[in-house]
């Protein structure tokens, strides 16, 4: 059974962002913002719950460098991730390296109860906070402000370079929409089961967290994330002395 609190995912962009729909077009736009039916902008959740599991990985890399061989802090952020994203034999002994380390999970966990396969979290679409939006969709029902303007104000259009085995295609540009700094976004986040054990460790993936979208290795998508429990930081809320415990 999940808990009664209510749980929150948000971040602020400290410099543009690419939340690219997938759609090209041949027109002033090639690669569009993915947006919704109003034009709201919006990460999609399964894109974010991506992002959070890698940056998960990451962090597990660290706790293993730092315990040079006392691998009891790692199991345990190992077991949150478990718990959380949901881990499988593929991922333990071919994706992510480190044999002998995710060997020694996989064999515990087989002898326990076995891996869960499916997380226990469950998130939404990281969108504009929902009294922005009930404001908006007010304001464009009365045709006062247009999608198109919706969209406008929310994004700029930036132009590119394409590259080709790294060399620069002659006369050859690209076109997207990129979201425009200083947005507050937020999801909603649920859990199908108690989530105190793991609360700590997920607290430490998404404040870890400093980059989303497509394009952040030329500098975009920089953010600052923390989790919100009703409404407060869970920076204040949550002791972080460890983590969960397999």
């Not at 060399?167 to 540009?173: A, T």
């Not at 920089?222 to 460890?242: H, S």
């Amino acid at each position: 059974m999940g808990s009664s609190n209510e749980y929150v995912l948000e971040l602020r962009l400290l410099s543009e962002a690419i939340f690219a729909s997938g759609e090209k077009e041949r027109n002033l736009v090639q690669s569009r913002a993915l947006s919704d039916d109003y034009g709201f902008v919006y990460f999609h959740a399964k894109s974010l719950k991506g992002q959070l599991k890698r940056q998960a990985l990451w962090l597990l890399r660290q706790y293993i460098a730092i315990g040079k061989g006392n691998y009891v802090q790692a199991y345990d952020f190992l077991y949150s991730m478990d718990v959380l994203f949901g881990v499988n034999t593929w991922e333990l002994g071919k994706a992510w390296g480190l044999e002998e380390f995710m060997s020694g999970y996989l064999k515990y966990r087989q002898a326990e109860k076995g891996l869960r396969g499916q997380g226990m979290m469950k998130l939404t679409h990281l969108e504009l906070p929902h009294e922005v939006k009930d404001a908006f969709r007010t304001i464009i029902d009365s045709s006062e402000f247009s999608i198109h303007d919706l969209i406008s104000a929310q994004t700029y259009i930036r132009t590119e370079i394409q590259l080709e085995e790294g060399i620069v295609k002659d006369k050859m540009l690209n076109t997207y929409q990129a979201v425009k700094k200083g947005f507050v976004f937020q999801a909603q986040i649920f859990f199908e089961e108690d989530p105190t054990q793991v609360l700590p460790d997920l607290l430490r993936i998404i404040c870890s967290l400093d980059r989303i979208g497509a394009g952040v290795h030329r500098g975009r998508g920089e953010i600052e994330a923390t989790l919100l429990i009703n409404g407060k930081d869970a920076r204040q809320e949550l002791q972080l002395g460890g983590g969960a415990t397999a």
